[in-house]
């Protein structure tokens, strides 16, 4: 168990929908990440907040937004699906931003259809 | 841009052979590097990681060296076993732009499978 929590696990919606995805880091931990996986794409790299400011910002579509709340768990928009949005999305969590380890939750599955 | 090469899967092995899972990267910098892994089903497990050149990360029989002059950092064990069958996601942090990022880039994965 890394302490990352991520909810809900599974997520099944339809095109045209708005979802939100949830991530509570682990204690102490200032920064989060947001990752998608996908068998195209691989890992890729969406977004980074770090104690609530947006830091760094990856491939994440203009349909996609995401904050850090002030007890630092973090929720990931999703609107206007599309089918290829399905994916699993992690979160992951680190002391700080720069080259520290990050923890990783356990996803949540999107399926659109 | 920075990038990382995983040598393309699947490994097939049988328990108690010698593994090795080559990672290559290309980076600006000193990026720390890191061996993850990803059992079916679950989240990514941080294996190992190496911080400068020369260290040497281990865990769990797992081993890796950060080597800056063939910008290596190639996973190996000496004997596996059934359990460490799963994907194997090498990554570097990328410390491009802000001082406070630290993203990962990671490789596009090498699935090993041990059969008794």
């Known amino acids: 168990d890394s302490g990352v929590t991520q909810t809900p696990k599974h997520l099944i919606t339809a095109t045209g929908q708005r979802v939100t995805l949830r991530c509570s880091p682990r204690?102490?931990?200032?920064?989060v990440y947001w990752y998608q996986q996908s068998l195209d794409q691989g890992l890729q790299f969406l977004i980074q907040y770090y104690n609530g400011e947006e830091r760094a910002k990856g491939n994440i579509l203009e349909r996609f937004s995401a904050q850090q709340f002030p007890d630092l768990h973090s929720e990931l928009n999703l609107s206007s699906l599309e089918l290829g949005d399905s994916a699993l999305y992690f979160c992951?969590?680190?002391?700080?931003?720069?080259?520290?380890?990050?923890?990783f939750g356990p996803g949540t599955r999107l399926t659109v259809t | 841009g920075n990038s990382v090469t995983q040598m393309e899967g699947p490994v097939t092995l049988s328990e108690e052979a010698f593994l090795t899972i080559n990672c290559t990267y290309t980076a600006t910098g000193y990026p720390s590097l890191f061996w993850y892994v990803q059992y079916p089903g679950e989240g990514l497990q941080l294996l190992l990681k190496?911080?400068?050149?020369?260290d040497k990360g281990s865990n769990k029989g797992f081993e890796a060296t950060y080597r800056k002059e063939t910008t290596s950092f190639h996973l190996e064990k000496g004997s596996v076993q059934v359990s460490d069958s799963a994907v194997y996601f090498c990554a570097l942090s990328d410390l491009a732009g802000s001082s406070n990022t630290g993203k990962l880039i990671f490789g596009q994965g090498t699935t090993l499978q041990v059969k008794p």
């Open positions: 204690s102490g931990d200032l920064s």
């Open positions: 992951a969590s680190s002391v700080a931003g720069g080259p520290y380890e990050q923890y």
């Open positions: 190496a911080t400068k050149a020369d």
